[in-house]
């Protein structure tokens, strides 16, 4: 099984958490003291197309809103941890879905990649939510190869999209439930909108791949043929039977390398080769509050939600996931 950092970075002593809201193997205010860690690195690199690298940005704009960040799924790479949140803007009540990825190195966080997308307004077309922080307590963990997982999207992506021939079953299998908000549930749906690309052929550059228990989420870069912009986009997969058989997602229109504020860009088709074994040492456990407990930490935590106010003196530590009402 891949190793799961997430657990590593996220643990405390038990009694610590007592107050600690509980989702998969992990507690809220586990992936707080993470959250809210000062061990950013000073050469932080950055891959939000809209900020330059370094540590400083993070708490400069950390300081200047209110807002609130909703955990989702938290899934890991050895190194890497993702996240999948809800952040709502507290003032306008505008919600974004924020899919972001640290990279850890000698018990520093050192570099971030994230895709936001807004979420619309009304229904679905499946009825189901786009992301609902409580899909944190979902994971089942029996029998769950993250391994096998991790390889099927890897494989799946760029073969449902890319090979006009492909057979959605070997993938896919009913219910096949969505929360894209464009797509129906079903693999029926998904056949249809297959169907519906006619001869444009989507190309599917997988790059990060993490894992939970049966979820498994995909960092890549999509192109559409002729002439379409590139999306990068974080595919969330729930596994079953070695199957397919739920589905998120967040997309974002790519801003080439040579026009972000760091110069780094958003994908890199190596990016995958940053995956990398760690020192566990280094993160068990890491955190300002992670040895004194959850009624120490500078926030306000209920049902799965932190609450954050500029006008706290800990927006010094705040990481960039919780930046997020300058983009919504």
Known sequence: MLLSLATIILSTA????????????????????????????ATYKQHNPTLPNGRDTVRFFAST?????????VTSNKNLV???SLITNTTTGAETVAFDIF??????IV??????????????VSGNPVIDPAERSTYNCDGADEARGAALVAKALPQLFGNKSVVVEDYLQDPYVQHNPTAASGVAAFKKNLAALGNTTIAYEVGFVLAKCDIVVAHSRVTASPGASASIVADVFRVKAGKLVEHWDVVQTETPAAQTVSG?????????????????????????????????APSSTANGTLYVSSASSRSSMMPFAFLRSFWL
């Open 14 to 41: 038990a009694a610590a958490n007592a107050a600690g809201f509980p989702y998969g193997n992990t507690v809220l205010n586990d992936a707080e003291s993470f959250l809210y860690t000062s061990s950013w690195s």
């Open 65 to 73: 809103t209110d807002f609130k960040y909703e955990v989702g799924f």
């Open 82 to 84: 993702a996240i999948h």
């Open 103 to 108: 990279r850890l190195d000698a018990g520093t």
């Open 111 to 124: 570099e971030h990649w994230d895709v936001l997308q807004s979420i619309p307004t009304g229904a679905t």
């Open 264 to 296: 780094n860009p958003m994908f890199a088709a190596d990016e995958a080769s940053l995956v990398a074994d760690i020192d566990q040492t280094q993160y068990g456990p890491v955190g300002k509050y992670a040895t004194t407990g959850a009624a120490t």
